[in-house]
């Protein structure tokens, strides 16, 4: 242990570890199992690159980052370390070089895609060499209901097999419970030590804001408060990232596009840029991020609804590691809740993986529809207990809530009634139903006869549609199959219409509503 702690200074210059990493280092170095779940920015790194150094033998890291496995061992390298890597992106002799350096000890890391292992070579070669622990890095890959799936590591669980008396030690900064038994048991890890450390950080402001016009909404919180930072904005489809980041460098901001569809030059240019360059915005679609670390990144957005918690907390979670104060922000609107249910609803798989990703989906919804503290919903959802935290949208602005009871049966029977003609409209119409606008549409269908006609002139337009997306968060109200948004009733919501129900609804202000700058831990 001492040893270890000589290695943190001599070769990383710290003074000391930062909570779990010693106790982590200590029973790696002892030759024991460890399962480590940290959130991103935790130093998940140091927990098996120091006791690599400690061990005799190397280090083998097995890594789905394949283009970021360079940028770690130049860092590395930088530090004096020993490191390589071995993936489908090398040379037959870049290769044989990191396996020749293997073989004469002279390697204290080596990074290896995990598709690396199906193949006879690599492990006869990890044989004819000193194997001094293996480190599984982001191991929530192996759980097949993740966001992350890859099949190729389900095969981990050799490792344990062929090299019984190495250490293992699996890193994830996803943490549900379920994640977490998932990884114990397929990489039978069920005897190691298991390492939980707080998932919370206090210096990440969270806010989630009604979506109106989300463009003008991000153009206008970097412009008051993050003009010149680095910034990473999330958006579900390619097209969406195309025209956000094309948006952003016309108003001036530094923007560059990142997504699957691009070419690979091209990703790796834009990746690279945002590296080493300051105050670059990605716009992004979730291909991007996993292992990217930049301590300066000021703010995480958002522009569309995140699929589960687990991926949000992930995102968002690439803001603020070097512990300054950072946002993260999301826009969330009634298309959201439409386009996701309707997803799921036509998204292929049996019956309990639509259910899962609807578990997935109520989940987040029930993190934005909250009117209590965003930080503890979140750390609830991780298992972890927390007071309200101050530094989040809902604790610095609390919403009121209102009874929504009768709201809910007007739209409710509206949609009631039209279902009675055969018909299903989507959330525009209705609402035109409910504040009695003759429109052309609506006289042209007869609709100024239904006796909801007019029954919501109390609320206005945007009150509705809140009511709406949040009796559609709270699946009282459901969307149809057929692609156009239209909605239906749920197996719930008679409860409401029969008024042995109430529901209480958040009040939506007109506007956004601006918390106060960010404060710093
Ligand atoms: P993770 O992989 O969990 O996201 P990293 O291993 O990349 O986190 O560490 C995040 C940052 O914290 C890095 O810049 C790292 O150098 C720094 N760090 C980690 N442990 C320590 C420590 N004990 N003392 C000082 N800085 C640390
Ligand atoms: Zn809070």
């Known amino acids: 242990v001492a040893a270890a702690s000589a290695v943190l200074h001599d070769v990383w210059g710290y003074d000391a570890f930062r909570g779990e990493q010693a106790d982590v280092v200590e029973t790696v170095v002892r030759g024991g199992d460890a399962l480590v779940l940290m959130p991103t920015g935790g130093g998940k790194s140091l927990c098996y ?39 489908s ?56 209901w993740g966001h992350d799936f890859r099949p190729d590591y389900l095969r981990l669980s050799m490792l344990h097999e062929r090299w019984p008396e190495v250490p293992r030690v699996a890193l994830t900064a ?35 804001a009604p979506k109106d016009k989300p463009r003008e909404q991000l153009l206008d919180l970097l412009r008051t408060e993050h003009e010149g930072d680095a910034g990473i904005v999330y ?31 091209v990703r790796a240019r834009n990746q690279s840029r945002f590296l080493r360059e300051e105050g670059v915005v990605m716009v992004a679609t979730i291909a991007f991020g996993m292992g990217i670390d930049k301590p300066d990144v000021r703010f995480v957005a958002h522009l ?42 036509t998204s292929e798989g049996d019956a309990a993986h639509k259910r899962r990703l609807t578990a997935h989906l109520d989940a987040m919804l029930a993190l934005c529809e909250t009117v209590g503290c965003r ?62 606008k003759a429109t052309p549409r609506v006289t042209q269908l007869g609709h100024t006869s239904l006796s909801t006609f ?36 749920t197996a719930d919501s008679a409860s409401v219409l029969r008024g042995e129900r109430q529901v209480r609804l958040r009040r939506e202000s007109s506007t956004v509503a601006r918390t106060r700058a960010p404060r710093a831990r």
């Open 49 to 87: 690159q120091v006791p690599a150094l400690v061990r005799e033998g190397t280090g083998v890291v097995v890594s789905p980052l394949i283009a970021l496995m360079q940028d770690q061992v130049d860092a590395l390298s930088a530090l004096g370390v020993r490191a390589g890597f071995l993936n």
């Open 89 to 144: 992106t090398q040379q037959p002799h870049q290769r044989r070089a990191v396996e020749d350096a293997y073989l004469a000890g002279e390697l204290d890391l080596l990074y290896l895609a995990p598709e690396r292992l199906r193949v006879r070579e690599t492990v006869e070669l990890l044989d004819r060499g000193t194997v001094a622990l293996f480190a599984i890095d982001e191991a929530h890959c192996v759980s097949q």
């Open 174 to 208: 996803t943490a549900t419970d379920q994640t977490h038994a998932e990884i114990a048991e397929r990489l039978q890890l069920e005897d190691a030590r298991h390492f939980v450390a707080s998932f919370d950080r206090p210096n990440i402001q969270y806010r989630i």
């Open 235 to 265: 958006c579900l489809s390619r097209s969406s990232v195309e025209q956000t980041a094309q948006f952003l460098v016309e108003r001036g901001v530094t923007a560059l596009p990142y997504h699957a569809g691009l070419d690979r030059q």
């Open 304 to 345: 569309d609804l995140p699929k589960s918690v687990e991926g949000y907390y992930q995102e968002t979670g690439r803001a603020g590691r070097d512990g300054l104060a950072s946002t993260a922000w999301l826009a969330y609107g009634l298309a959201d809740v439409v386009q996701q249910r309707r997803m799921i609803d």
């Open 375 to 436: 930080r503890v919903q979140l750390l609830n959802y991780f298992g972890q207990a927390s007071q309200p935290c101050g530094n989040c949208d809902t604790c610095l602005t609390p919403p009121e809530s209102w009874d929504g009871t009768v709201a809910a049966q007007k739209l409710l029977s509206t949609v009631v009634r039209l279902d009675q003609r055969g018909q299903r409209y989507g959330v525009g119409h209705l609402v035109d139903i409910l504040r009695g």
């Open 454 to 489: 007019g029954v919501g002139t109390d609320l206005s337009d945007g009150a509705w549609r809140g009511v709406a997306r949040q009796l559609l968060a709270a699946e009282l109200l459901g969307v149809d199959t057929d692609g156009y948004g239209t909605l239906r009733l």
